[in-house]
């Protein structure tokens, strides 16, 4: 039986609607909000054995009929998933994941299809909304309702699920999400903007996400399926469980205390080893099921380590390194290390280290974006690997995954609201971060490090910008606000919050929560943790390079501006693109025409770059009468000579202004392909172009 619901949701209706369509699922609902439409279904299968994680799995599908056009591939198929669905499943997926049973085993399927968008309504939020709704309808466990919303900022006013118009103008790009207790989970963009005002959006949002959840439990009330009770992997012994804690608990205690991480995984691996050996000397059926029972001690390992962490920096007021709440690891950076690229630099932070390189190209290197609404064009890329050595690993190197393209895409948000535009630095700009080193935060040094090489390269950044990664633990009304937290604290913590800006405010937010009931008064704190932390990373980079330089790098290429009269492009393409392309071969370089009568030359050598400007300059210019021109004889005739002045432009040179003196014939002075001077005397109304070479000193060079 279709049932449906309808609440207001920021200024406009948004409704939900279950049981007319894909009803195979555990759980589906169509959800309409302005003209945009997403099917969201929740979908559960068997427990999957020998895993130690829960497999849920959730998909993004973007349709091109959705805005009424036909795929552009070759197949007139939709191809791979773009970036935004990827990051948009992963917005989904952070909310939702710490709101199943600890030892779920089961593969849970959540996928939104984009079905109708409208650019007012943003299908993504959507999407986060009716997944939380999917999952609360079926049958699946799952202690929600989340729900989500987006919050701008336009003209200094907060504005909740801001329309396609308002975005343009807004200086934050917010997302949040959150059940009715708590806020889950953060994302944004800024174009530097103050603490104060991300708290009172988050605040906002949350206001609005109550309302949201209400709609939600009303319909789990009223067409909800009961929820099937699924067998949670807890298979430790209390017995196993005794004696491993009895032989390791203080030995494990000293190997956390290690400050090097290598050394202290070495320490924590022999101990879990040892465990093994112990268990199999004084455990009679050991043997029987050895990988069950090494299993189980990994298990208690990981809960042990968790205990231990958790209890040193909340009671000892002492992290696993030996730092204070506030304390940052030690810095050192340095700048111009790869000889050839147009910028580079290495951030180093503990253990944490990423290299940032720079290239600058052409207008024609910057990146299509193809989505569900106009095509865009990208000229600042931020791009993140994480090889596997980077954590001492063995591991076969893939494409980019979710975690690659989400951590580029948080850089490039950071950095882009401070790239200079492209009337002022007209370069594609791109920046790749190799991870070289990681024990926590990876993302917020590729930030630093970003910074560092595009200053080094030159680029005229507006600010310079820094990150840091702030963490949690939380026992009840007692926590502790971590800065600069390491991998190990950010595994067994309650909190994942990465803050990247400058000295005048935030321009880039994420922050994940494990733990419920996170106040106002937190956020604050650790919102004002971060600034100190940013700020004194920051000081440290600016020792190193504290401005831009003036000059690119040498093996940068040159790029120059210019601006034409519109209606002209067609002479410098010429017919047949004849023009441009000779000016591509005389002279080497790159060139980008744009429809307002903008052309990019980029050249590898300044010298043809310049060559290449005059040719345009040439081709375009024009003629004015009183103007002196060097022109090259085209054709003989008995009462003159035509002279070209300006590629395809000619005058003539009447026989009676060849020279002071009388002439009988125009071949007694010229010939065809002669170089002279001449002066243009007149232009009739027809543009005909009169030329004279009698008032030129032709000598004068």
Sequence with gaps: MTKNWKTQFA??????????????ANGAVTVKYGDSMVLVTATMSGPREGISYFPLMVNYEERVYSIGKIPGSV???????????????????????????????????????????????????IAMNGASAALMLSDIPFDGPIGGVKVGLVEDELVINPTEEQRENSKLDLTVAGTEEAVMMVEAGADEV?????????????????????????????????????????????NVNEMVKGYVSDKLREAINTEDKLERSEKMDQLKEDAKEYLAENLEEYEENE???????????????????????????????GRSYDEIRPIWCEVGNLPRTHGSAIFTRGETQALSVVTLGASSDEKTIFGLGENESKRYMHHYNFPPYSVG???????????????????????????????????????????????????????????????????NIKNPVSGIAMGLIKEGDDYAVLSDIQGMEDHYGDMDFKVAGTP?????????????????????????????????????????????????????????????????IRYVIGPGGKMINKIIDETDASIDIEDDGTIFILA????????????????TREVEVGETYNGKV??????????????????????????????????????????????VIKIDDKDRINLSMKDVDQDNE
């Design 634 to 679: 085209k054709k003989i005739m008995n009462f003159g000579a035509f002279v070209e002045i300006l590629p395809g432009k000619e005058g003539l040179v009447h026989i009676s202004n060849i020279a002071d003196r009388h002439v009988d014939e125009v071949s007694d002075v010229l010939s065809e392909g002669d170089e002279i001077k001449v002066k």
């Design 194 to 238: 103050s603490e104060e005002i991300i708290l009172d959006a988050i605040e906002k949002a949350h206001k609005e996400i109550k309302e949201i959840v209400k709609t939600q439990k009303k319909m789990r009330e009223e067409a909800g399926k009961e929820k099937t009770e699924v067998p949670l992997v807890n298979d430790i012994e209390d």
């Design 291 to 321: 990988a069950h029972y090494n299993k189980m001690v990994g298990t208690i390992f990981d809960n042990l380590t968790k205990k231990h962490v958790r209890e040193m920096i909340l009671e000892d007021g002492k992290r696993p390194d």
């Design 504 to 568: 005048d405010g935030i321009t880039a937010l994420q922050m994940d929560i494990k733990a419920s009931g996170l106040s106002k008064d937190i956020l604050r704190n650790a919102l004002n943790k971060a600034r100190k932390g940013r700020l004194h990373i920051l000081d440290k980079m600016l020792e190193v390079i504290n401005e831009p330089r003036e000059e690119l790098s040498e093996h940068a290429p040159l790029i120059m501006t210019m601006n034409i009269n519109p209606e002209k």
């Design 604 to 619: 590898e050598d300044q010298e043809k770059g310049k060559k290449a400007r005059k040719m345009i300059d040439n081709l």
């Design 393 to 459: 690993e063995t591991n076969p190197l893939r494409s980019p995954g979710r975690r690659e393209i989400g951590h580029g895409h948080l850089g490039e948000r950071a950095l882009k609201p401070m790239i200079p535009s492209k009337e002022e630095f007209p370069y594609t700009i791109r920046v790749v971060s190799e991870v070289l080193e990681s024990n926590g935060s990876s993302s917020q040094a590729s930030i630093c490090g970003s910074t560092l090489s595009l200053m080094d390269a030159g680029v």
């Design 11 to 24: 200024g406009s209706e948004i409704e939900f609607e279950t049981g007319k369509v894909a009803k195979q």
């Design 75 to 125: 197949n007139r198929r939709e191809g791979r998933p773009r970036d935004f669905a990827t990051l948009s499943a992963r917005l989904i997926d952070r909310p939702l994941r710490p709101l199943f049973p600890d030892g779920m085993r089961h593969d849970v399927q959540v996928i939104a299809t984009v079905l109708s968008v409208d650019k007012d309504h943003e299908p993504d939020i």
